[in-house]
């Protein structure tokens, strides 16, 4: 059913309709050739892009943190500690949305904090600023998924062997040199598993940016996905929603595949 799915949003792309009417014209490449001169469509990409970068690698650096300084059993409450860091992943994207949006207001708690704290910015619109919206945008991921990342990264250090640790201390070996020679090197798989579901992530994004921003102000915020949904029902304009859905889809996989590649490059 999926590619059947595929299927028909790649035939609908290459049609001049509405979504509505029976009333459907074909258009062949027509709405492909549109996209490569949609200024929209580039700013989008480029958004995704920054989003992206940004939210990984914080993620992916915050994570591996967590989990180096929580894989010690002598850790107080480290039970606890989890569960806290885990909590923000199981949220809604609605509860997280609206909670932030109230945060981030100029009259928000995060603004009052500031104020309290005697720091500038306290009547920042974090939100409604086209010059800081996608970072921001981009925080409020990082505070959600940082903790699938240390999930991850906690299970993968948790099946390393721990004489490989205690023999390079033994051997002279300082706490950063074992963190930076021998176990970065081990959680390689790790580090290629967040970067792939990052970047797929980063591509589809929607529910956060639709709840906060809605792709404003001006479009600073504007994804292929929120996009994509404008043009297909505030728009209606079906088949053109339909070719930005199977653009998409490529790219999706063309970044699957190169990260696949590069992993594999890597091992061997």
């Given at each position: 059913?999926?590619?059947?799915?595929?299927?028909?949003?790649?035939?609908v792309g290459t049609l001049d309709w509405n979504g509505i009417d029976a009333d459907q014209?074909?258009?062949?490449?027509?709405?492909?050739?549109?996209?490569?001169?949609?200024?929209?469509?580039?700013?989008?990409?480029?958004?995704?892009?920054?989003?992206?970068?940004?939210?990984?690698?914080?993620?992916?650096?915050?994570?591996?943190?967590?989990?180096?300084?929580?894989?010690?059993?002598?850790?107080?409450?480290?039970?606890?500690?989890?569960?806290?860091?885990?909590?923000?992943?199981?949220?809604?994207?609605?509860?997280?949305?609206?909670?932030?949006?109230?945060?981030?207001?100029?009259?928000?708690?995060?603004?009052?904090l500031l104020r309290h704290l005697g720091l500038s910015g306290a009547n920042t619109a974090?939100?409604?600023?086209?010059?800081?919206?996608?970072?921001?945008?981009?925080?409020?991921?990082?505070?959600?998924?940082?903790?699938?990342?240390?999930?991850?990264?906690?299970?993968?250090?948790?099946?390393?062997?721990?004489?490989?640790?205690?023999?390079?201390?033994?051997?002279?070996?300082?706490?950063?040199?074992?963190?930076?020679?021998?176990?970065?090197?081990?959680?390689?798989?790790?580090?290629?598993?967040?970067?792939?579901?990052?970047?797929?992530?980063?591509?589809?994004?929607?529910?956060?940016?639709?709840?906060?921003?809605?792709?404003?102000?001006?479009?600073?915020?504007?994804?292929?996905?929120?996009?994509?949904?404008?043009?297909?029902?505030?728009?209606?304009?079906?088949?053109?929603?339909?070719?930005?859905?199977?653009?998409?889809?490529?790219?999706?996989?063309?970044?699957?595949?190169?990260?696949?590649?590069?992993?594999?490059?890597?091992?061997?």
């Open positions: 059913m999926i590619y059947v799915g595929i299927g028909y949003t790649g035939w014209k074909q258009v062949g490449v027509e709405n492909y050739l549109k996209i490569a001169v949609d200024p929209v469509f580039w700013a989008s990409l480029g958004h995704v892009a920054i989003f992206g970068v940004i939210a990984i690698a914080a993620q992916m650096i915050l994570g591996l943190i967590m989990a180096t300084l929580l894989s010690g059993r002598s850790v107080f409450a480290r039970p606890v500690y989890k569960v806290l860091l885990f909590v923000p992943v199981v949220l809604a994207p609605a509860v997280v949305a609206t909670a932030f949006r109230e945060i981030l207001a100029p009259d928000g708690d995060f603004n009052q974090w939100l409604a600023d086209p010059n800081i919206a996608l970072y921001s945008l981009a925080a409020i991921n990082i505070w959600q998924w940082t903790g699938f990342s240390f999930l991850l990264y906690q299970a993968a250090i948790s099946q390393i062997d721990t004489n490989v640790f205690e023999a390079a201390s033994i051997d002279g070996a300082g706490s950063f040199q074992i963190f930076r020679r021998i176990l970065l090197p081990q959680l390689k798989g790790t580090h290629a598993t967040l970067a792939l579901t990052g970047c797929i992530g980063a591509l589809k994004t929607f529910d956060i940016v639709y709840l906060t921003t809605g792709g404003g102000p001006g479009r600073s915020t504007e994804f292929l996905t929120t996009y994509i949904y404008k043009q297909a029902i505030e728009q209606y304009h079906a088949g053109y929603s339909a070719a930005l859905s199977i653009v998409l889809l490529v790219l999706a996989l063309i970044l699957t595949s190169i990260q696949i590649r590069l992993y594999r490059f890597g091992e061997e």
